[in-house]
Nanobody, 115 residues
Framework: QVQLVESGGGLVQAGGSLRLSCAASGVSVIIFRLYTLEWYRQAPGKQRELVAS???????NYADSVKGRFTISRDIAKKMVYLQMNSLKPEDTAVYYC??????WGQGTQVTVSS
């Protein structure tokens, strides 16, 4: 089982930026680098949706709604995955979750974008 802990959420004005971090533990670096890692978000009253993913090969994929604004990256040595969010919009307001292909979720971090 992989433990995932997100951080970096907060309140920001529209047009601003935030960087979310997700720290993994309970797994070696050698195994961590094999994982596909993803960021999801869930807004009030809506289903959880995939925002971005990064594969073991470093290939990234984004939801259409965040393309060109969000960037997913990872630091394998630190067992970290990041989500850089720029040009934030009020509709980006949600709880953001880190997810590993092992089926493990983080506890989430709240992002609130004010207009």
């Amino acid at each position: 089982q992989v433990q995932l802990v997100e951080s970096g959420g907060g309140l920001v004005q529209a047009g601003g930026s935030l960087r979310l971090s997700c720290a993994a533990s309970g797994v070696s670096v050698i195994i961590f680098r094999l994982y596909t890692l993803e960021w999801y978000r869930q807004a009030p009253g809506k289903q959880r949706e995939l925002v971005a993913s990064i594969t073991s090969a470093g290939r990234t994929n984004y939801a259409d709604s965040v393309k060109g604004r969000f960037t997913i990256s990872r630091d394998i040595a630190k067992k970290m995955v990041y989500l850089q969010m720029n040009s934030l919009k009020p509709e980006d307001t949600a709880v953001y979750y880190c997810y590993s292909q092992t089926g493990d979720w983080g506890q989430g971090t709240q992002v609130t974008v004010s207009s």
